[in-house]
């Protein structure tokens, strides 16, 4: 019996790791960057941080602080409304699962069209994602080194 694993990301770790990220986004030909965050990591100044590193690159990044603990399929649409409305080519989420399944939701949603929940279940999409990067701040959920997200549907409340 055979077992498939799938794990599409890129990992780096080690004491100011961070201070790589913006070269590392660069080179997946990114130039405007939704870096994806909650109001506590940008209020804290670790968005602005982490913004400062992609601009020294010659990135240009824009912050959504909407990803709320669980996010809702709201928050998804809300940062899919500050993508577009920015110009933005690629995403960036900071801080720990609930930033990075709603940074993964809002990728999605930018590649494929529709409403994240025309997702909800398995290999559903039909395009590739936006270039996309995950800076942890939080161990926990494995969030930044999967591929699926979970996203609470309001209508629903599921």
């Given at each position: 019996?055979?077992t498939?694993?799938?794990?599409?990301?890129?990992?780096?770790?080690?004491?100011?790791?961070?201070?790589?990220?913006?070269?590392?986004?660069?080179?997946?030909n990114?130039?405007?960057v939704?870096?994806v965050?909650?109001k506590?990591l940008?209020?804290?100044?670790?968005a602005?941080?982490?913004?400062e590193i992609?601009?020294?690159?010659?990135?240009?990044?824009h912050?959504?602080?909407?990803a709320?603990?669980?996010?809702?399929?709201?928050n998804?649409a809300?940062?899919v409304?500050v993508?577009?409305?920015?110009?933005?080519d690629?995403?960036?989420?900071?801080?720990?699962?609930?930033?990075h399944?709603?940074?993964?939701?809002?990728?999605?949603?930018?590649s494929n069209?529709?409403?994240?929940k025309?997702?909800?279940?398995?290999?559903l999409?039909?395009?590739?994602?936006?270039?996309?990067?995950?800076?942890?701040?939080?161990?926990g959920?494995?969030?930044e080194?999967?591929?699926?997200?979970?996203?609470?549907?309001?209508s629903?409340r599921?």
């Amino acid at each position: 019996m055979s077992t498939y694993y799938f794990l599409p990301t890129r990992n780096v770790f080690g004491d100011g790791a961070v201070n790589e990220s913006g070269d590392l986004m660069k080179s997946l030909n990114a130039k405007k960057v939704l870096l994806v965050t909650d109001k506590f990591l940008n209020s804290s100044g670790m968005a602005s941080r982490v913004q400062e590193i992609f601009q020294k690159s010659g990135l240009e990044v824009h912050i959504f602080d909407g990803a709320e603990p669980n996010p809702t399929d709201k928050n998804v649409a809300s940062g899919v409304d500050v993508y577009k409305a920015n110009g933005c080519d690629s995403i960036v989420s900071l801080g720990g699962g609930s930033s990075h399944d709603c940074a993964k939701g809002i990728g999605v949603v930018i590649s494929n069209g529709g409403q994240i929940k025309d997702y909800e279940g398995v290999d559903l999409t039909h395009a590739p994602m936006v270039p996309m990067m995950a800076i942890n701040t939080t161990a926990g959920t494995a969030s930044e080194i999967t591929r699926f997200c979970i996203i609470t549907d309001t209508s629903r409340r599921v």
